[in-house]
């Protein structure tokens, strides 16, 4: 039975200090967590602006426009059974707005990042038939890597990763497998990456991508979960921030769980493409839709977020902050303007002791390890929120100095 593999498994982790273990806080804010009746203060969470600890469910609930909606917190169904409520539509609207989406394009709500990414590509590639292409960051989110296994072991593509944000690699890597085994060209190709990588904090050239991918007849997707919110024109993301157009980029991903303070995600395309999704996309068709409740709190805090300049500028100060006064310390930072500001340890045990060590004096910074990043890249996934003072940051740069 299951019992012997489940407790090896759980040894063996345990032994190469990797397992991992569930916590119960009482309290989370962007700066704060409460966990056993000792406040710590929070470098692990993504809530990038506070928005998420700023308008707590009292707040929105209280919001004068979503009073009387008789709003429910269940979906009560797929969308395609009951239909979808109107608050999802309005979300998806402002963010076909928010993101500079022409009238040819649409949007489609899944429950989870997770969700939109699975969603997205076991759709694309669902076709045993046809030859196809997956070529991935080979830092890409588990959610991106997980379904690109999974389509491939299902004989639906061919999945390939290229070096880290190196384009060379990918340019590279789409030259030699322009062609199936029958010397055709292969017709289906995707090129996947992230705005802002979640483990490292760095951004890809996404000109270059976008070029790259074009002359290559491939699409772009791009897993936008960490750049919307915090760059760009009023935190539209990351094509704004490199100034370029949404439709330079096939398939765009954006998440609610990081700066956004809230839950779900939103697929945006052409209505042609989101038309296939609604069919094919098993991810959106067989599961309950995203909760108009957080349908609606996504949509209070994209507007907080699109007209509150400051959170941005205060994140961003933060950020500088943090760079220029760790700068002296012994340990590497990862090459990163974003609120992700890894501190790259190496060792696994290591990390962990860091990380202990810093609970031990009131300040909360994970200990990211394999398999969620690679063997020995070990770090603390320090995260910088606007919501943090000044004299926070220098807890924690005095206690990583220590
Ligand atoms: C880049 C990226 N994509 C997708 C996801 C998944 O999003 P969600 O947490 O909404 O499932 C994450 C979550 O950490 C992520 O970092």
Same mark, same amino acid.
Request: proline fraction near 2%; charged fraction near 20%; charge should be neutral.
């Given at each position: 039975?299951?019992?012997s593999?489940?407790?090896d498994? #759980?040894?063996?982790?345990?032994?190469?200090? *990797?397992?991992?273990?569930?916590?119960?806080?009482?309290?989370?804010? $962007?700066?704060?967590?409460?966990?056993?009746?000792?406040?710590?203060?929070?470098?692990?969470s993504n809530?990038?602006?506070?928005?998420?600890?700023?308008?707590?469910? &009292?707040?929105?609930?209280?919001?004068?426009?979503?009073?009387?909606?008789?709003?429910?917190?269940?979906?009560?169904?797929?969308?395609?059974?009951?239909g979808?409520? +109107?608050?999802?539509? &309005?979300?998806?609207?402002?963010?076909? !707005?928010?993101?500079?989406?022409?009238?040819?394009?649409?949007? @489609? #709500?899944?429950?989870?990042?997770?969700? $939109?990414?699975?969603?997205?590509?076991? $759709?694309?590639?669902?076709?045993?038939?046809?030859? /196809?292409?997956?070529?991935?960051?080979?830092?890409?989110?588990?959610?991106?890597?997980?379904?690109?296994?999974?389509?491939?072991?299902?004989?639906h593509?061919?999945?390939l990763?290229?070096?880290?944000?190196?384009?060379?690699? #990918?340019?590279?890597?789409? $030259?030699?497998? %322009?062609?199936?085994?029958?010397?055709?060209?292969?017709?289906?190709?995707?090129?996947?990456?992230?705005?802002?990588?979640?483990?490292?904090? !760095?951004?890809?050239? *996404?000109?270059?991508?976008?070029?790259?991918?074009? /002359?290559?007849?491939?699409? #772009?997707?791009?897993?936008?979960?960490?750049?919307?919110?915090?760059?760009?024109?009023?935190? /539209?993301?990351?094509?704004?921030?490199? +100034?370029?157009?949404?439709? !330079?980029?096939?398939? @765009?991903?954006?998440?609610?769980?990081?700066? =956004?303070?809230?839950?779900?995600? %939103?697929?945006? /395309?052409?209505k042609?493409?989101?038309?296939?999704?609604?069919?094919?996309?098993?991810?959106?068709?067989?599961s309950?839709?995203?909760?108009?409740?957080?349908?609606?709190?996504?949509?209070?805090?994209?507007?907080?977020?699109?007209?509150?300049?400051?959170?941005? &500028?205060? @994140?961003? &100060?933060?950020?500088?902050?943090?760079?220029?006064?760790?700068?002296?310390?012994?340990?590497? *930072?990862?090459n990163?303007n974003?609120?992700?500001?890894?501190? =790259?340890?190496?060792?696994?045990?290591?990390?962990?002791? *860091?990380?202990?060590?810093?609970?031990?004096?009131?300040?909360?910074?994970?200990?990211?390890?394999?398999?969620?990043?690679? +063997?020995?890249?070990?770090?603390?996934?320090?995260?910088?929120?606007?919501?943090?003072?000044?004299?926070?940051?220098?807890?924690?740069?005095?206690?990583?100095?220590?």
């Open positions: 039975m299951f019992d593999i489940i407790k498994k #759980l040894a063996q982790r345990d032994n190469l200090g *990797l397992l991992r273990r569930r916590i119960v806080a009482d309290e989370i804010s $962007a700066a704060y967590l409460t966990v056993d009746n000792k406040q710590y203060i929070n470098f692990a809530d990038y602006l506070g928005i998420a600890s700023d308008n707590t469910a &009292e707040t929105l609930l209280a919001t004068e426009k979503y009073k009387d909606k008789h709003l429910t917190a269940g979906a009560m169904a797929s969308p395609l059974v009951v979808r409520h +109107k608050i999802h539509q &309005e979300l998806e609207q402002l963010l076909l !707005d928010w993101v500079g989406a022409p009238q040819t394009y649409d949007c @489609l #709500l899944f429950g989870s990042g997770y969700s $939109a990414n699975t969603g997205v590509i076991s $759709a694309l590639f669902n076709d045993k038939n046809k030859d /196809a292409l997956l070529v991935q960051d080979k830092f890409n989110h588990a959610s991106l890597m997980d379904v690109g296994r999974n389509s491939q072991a299902l004989g593509c061919r999945q990763r290229f070096m880290h944000n190196d384009l060379t690699s #990918l340019a590279s890597i789409l $030259a030699k497998s %322009a062609h199936d085994k029958s010397a055709r060209d292969i017709q289906n190709k995707l090129v996947v990456t992230e705005g802002v990588f979640s483990m490292d904090g !760095d951004q890809p050239d *996404l000109l270059q991508l976008t070029q790259i991918s074009k /002359a290559n007849n491939a699409w #772009l997707m791009l897993d936008d979960a960490h750049g919307i919110g915090i760059h760009g024109q009023n935190g /539209a993301g990351s094509l704004s921030a490199q +100034k370029m157009a949404l439709t !330079d980029c096939d398939i @765009l991903v954006i998440t609610f769980g990081k700066a =956004i303070g809230a839950q779900g995600a %939103a697929v945006i /395309a052409t042609q493409t989101i038309e296939y999704l609604t069919n094919f996309s098993r991810d959106y068709i067989y309950t839709h995203l909760s108009p409740l957080q349908s609606a709190a996504a949509i209070v805090n994209i507007k907080n977020i699109q007209a509150d300049d400051w959170r941005r &500028e205060k @994140l961003a &100060e933060n950020i500088e902050y943090f760079k220029t006064h760790m700068s002296q310390c012994k340990f590497t *930072l990862a990163s974003s609120p992700i500001q890894p501190i =790259i340890i190496g060792d696994e045990t290591k990390a962990v002791q *860091l990380s202990e060590q810093l609970k031990a004096n009131g300040v909360w910074a994970s200990a990211m390890r394999y398999p969620t990043v690679a +063997k020995q890249q070990a770090r603390l996934r320090i995260t910088i929120s606007a919501a943090h003072s000044k004299q926070q940051l220098d807890q924690l740069i005095q206690q990583v100095s220590a």
